[in-house]
């Protein structure tokens, strides 16, 4: 059981600023990597975000120089701090861990949280 809580979103005016982020528990062995997804209305689930164990982070082209993403491995928590924020950033925005089981690495997801910035 894993269980990947998060917060944080909310409406806010074009050029402001939200901090999201993501809790997990449950019973992990080991955290890989962490991130952000977002799904805005008739697009596809893509990649905000992403950071690795030891701080390797990986952006979409998108949000390069705007958003910051971190983690706190004691808290095994994520965060996305989002600035000078768009109206193409609009979207619903879903937290996502992988977790080592033996060999393999599985993905598991956050309820979501909805991001709306307003122009």
């Known amino acids: 059981q894993v269980q990947l809580v998060e917060s944080g979103g909310g409406l806010v005016q074009a050029g402001g600023s939200l901090r999201l982020s993501c809790a997990a528990s449950?019973?992990?062995?080991?955290?890989?990597?962490m991130g952000w997804y977002r799904q805005a209305p008739g697009k596809q689930r893509e990649l905000v975000a992403s950071?690795?164990?030891?701080?390797?982070?990986n952006y979409a082209d998108s949000v390069k120089g705007r958003f910051t993403v971190s983690r706190d491995n004691l808290k095994r928590s994520t965060y996305l701090q989002m600035n000078n924020l768009k109206p193409e950033d609009t979207a619903v925005y879903y937290c996502?861990?992988?977790?080592?089981?033996?060999?393999?690495?599985?993905?598991?997801w956050g309820q979501g949280t909805q991001v709306t910035v307003s122009s």
């Open positions: 996502n861990a992988k977790i080592a089981v033996i060999s393999t690495l599985l993905d598991y």
């Open positions: 449950g019973s992990i062995s080991s955290i890989n990597d």
């Open positions: 950071i690795s164990r030891n701080g390797r982070t």
